[in-house]
């Protein structure tokens, strides 16, 4: 069983390293995408168990993942600026899903896991 601890951290890039100090002990780099969390899970099976993930909810909720949403959309390219403002739009109007919900659907994509949330 693998436990991720939403007390270790509080934005996205906390995330990371909590899933990479966890998942990817004998590599040498670490997840920094959502992509890349995807990835990693491919080579994953058995129980995650999110402790505190109502304070993750939180943490990962509507102003983060506006924050992030934006961020994408200064850099621009590679970013496919018109989906990511879709995105941001869907999300500001109550249709979109927050960093943490788009974090449990990547979990929950991969059928060897069993995600519980505590």
Known sequence: MTVINGRHFSDLEGFY???SRLLMKDEDWKVGTLDGFDDILYGFQGQITWKDSQKSREDLGLDQTK???EKK?????PFNVVLIQQKLDELTTGRGQTLFEILLDVIRSHKKITLILD
């Open 17 to 19: 390293e909590e899933v």
């Open 67 to 69: 924050e992030f949403y």
């Open 73 to 77: 959309i200064r850099q621009g390219k």
